[in-house]
């Protein structure tokens, strides 16, 4: 028998679900989906709206999920590839379906020496590409089709 709290799964639990698939509860809507304009499951609707309000970016920069998929992207990273060029054009290619520009690489770079020095480590650490990937996830190339 189950109860009617909180849901116990979702998108963080390592089943690897879309949002096409996560179970609609009227009392605990996702606040990420609702960020994104999740339709309102109360009633049908013709057209989806569509918004560009701070709350997204925010939400794509702190929520867990965004945090916990840039993670698993940079282990995926670093174990596929030795050079950090590579890597970084790897990212962008899987993000955005190109290869950066020269001055995405020469931004990235730098962004991966400034981290370095931050963290007081070698440029392959693993904090170091979890933080590029999530910052790639934050990339207007990626969070907007042209």
């Not at 997204?56 to 990273?77: T, Y």
Request: glycine share 4%; proline share 5%; net charge positive.
């Amino acid at each position: 028998m189950e109860g009617r709290g909180r849901p116990e799964s979702g998108p963080l639990d390592g089943n690897g679900r879309r949002s096409i698939y996560i179970q609609v509860r009227r009392n605990f809507l996702s606040p990420m989906m609702l960020a994104f304009d999740m339709p309102s499951p109360f009633n049908t609707m013709g057209r989806r709206s569509k918004s560009l309000v701070p709350s997204q970016s925010l939400i794509m920069m702190n929520h867990p999920l965004v945090q916990q998929q840039a993670q698993r992207w940079a282990e995926k990273l670093v174990a596929e590839e030795a050079d950090a060029n590579r890597r970084i054009q790897q990212a962008v290619r899987t993000a955005t379906g190109r290869y950066p520009t020269e001055q995405q690489r020469e931004a990235i770079w730098q962004f991966i020496q400034q981290q370095a020095a931050a963290y007081e480590c070698e440029e392959n650490d693993l904090r170091i590409w979890s933080d590029v990937c999530h910052m790639v996830l934050n990339m207007k190339d990626f969070m907007f089709l042209n």
